[in-house]
Nanobody
Framework: QLQLVESGGGLVQPGGSLRLSCAAS????????IGWFRQVPGKEREGVSC????????YYKDSVKGRFTISRDNAKNTVYLQMNSLNVGDTAEYYC???WGIGPQAMCLVGLERQRNMDYWGKGTLVTVSS
């Protein structure tokens, strides 16, 4: 079965850290751009951080720069999002997506219709930042 599976979400206090994982099964993530998106009820899904098909190109939403780090381990077919200094504004359902050959900035900034057409989406993992 071709799928992406997210894990690592949970409840954390403000200032805390979490590491999200996005594991692919049934296909190789090589040559795919990978993105982390998040959504809160009533708001559009937004790109948080994206990475190209090598670790050399990344993109971060302004509000997470310096706090979040995206990385990929192609040998493990997994992409990670290390999230530090979390605040309540980071509370959301986090999703990962894979799209063939797309660059990280383009991937993170696409509109909703293009998001829907991405090759693969995971089902999400919930991150709650609360004291």
């Amino acid at each position: 079965q071709l799928q992406l599976v997210e894990s690592g979400g949970g409840l954390v206090q403000p200032g805390g850290s979490l590491r999200l994982s996005c594991a692919a099964s049934g296909f190789s993530l090589d040559y795919y751009g990978i993105g982390w998106f998040r959504q809160v009820p009533g708001k559009e899904r937004e790109g948080v951080s994206c990475i190209g098909d090598s670790n050399s190109s990344t993109y971060y939403k302004d509000s997470v720069k310096g706090r979040f780090t995206i990385s990929r381990d192609n040998a493990k077919n997994t992409v990670y999002l290390q999230m530090n200094s979390l605040n309540v504004g980071d509370t959301a359902e986090y999703y990962c997506a894979a799209d063939w050959g797309i660059g990280p900035q383009a991937m993170c900034l696409v509109g909703l219709e293009r998001q829907r057409n991405m090759d693969y989406w995971g089902k999400g993992t919930l991150v709650t930042v609360s004291s």
